[in-house]
């Protein structure tokens, strides 16, 4: 399994499209950011620390083809990158992560 946090309205817009075209991060890069399980905590610690309004998602990475790509990125760890949309299909759970704690431990508790 691997994870997307992002907002939920982006959520929302891709489950009403079908598939999430990624954050302005994402397209500016060029592909959507994703995270390995051990790797997902951090990242919010990082780039979502006093974010409200999140979800989480849970990725089936063998639904996402080819467009998956494991490649070197913080600290040299393979991260996952999707180039192309995410489809709806592929996210097996979205979990609301609450707002009464540090988004990195809300991420670690839903993650247990």
Same mark, same amino acid.
């Given at each position: 399994?691997?994870?997307? /946090?992002l907002? @939920?309205?982006?959520? !929302? %817009?891709?489950?009403?499209?079908?598939h999430l075209? +990624?954050?302005?991060? %994402?397209?500016?890069?060029?592909?959507? *950011?994703?995270?390995?399980?051990?790797?997902? =905590?951090?990242?919010?610690r990082? *780039?979502f620390?006093?974010?409200?309004? /999140? @979800?989480?998602?849970?990725?089936?990475? %063998?639904?996402?083809? !080819?467009?998956l790509?494991?490649?070197?990125?913080?600290?040299?760890? /393979?991260?996952? *990158?999707?180039? +192309?949309? /995410?489809p709806?299909?592929?996210v =097996? !759970?979205?979990?609301?992560?609450? =707002?009464d704690?540090? =988004?990195a %431990?809300?991420?670690?508790?839903?993650?247990?």
């Amino acid at each position: 399994m691997i994870y997307k /946090l992002l907002p @939920t309205v982006e959520w !929302d %817009d891709a489950r009403a499209a079908g598939h999430l075209a +990624g954050s302005a991060v %994402d397209r500016q890069d060029g592909f959507i *950011h994703l995270s390995a399980a051990e790797q997902v =905590v951090e990242t919010a610690r990082r *780039h979502f620390a006093g974010a409200t309004g /999140l @979800t989480l998602l849970s990725v089936r990475e %063998d639904r996402l083809g !080819d467009a998956l790509r494991w490649e070197p990125s913080r600290g040299g760890q /393979l991260f996952p *990158h999707l180039y +192309g949309p /995410l489809p709806v299909t592929a996210v =097996v !759970d979205a979990r609301a992560v609450p =707002v009464d704690v540090p =988004v990195a %431990d809300a991420v670690a508790a839903l993650l247990s």
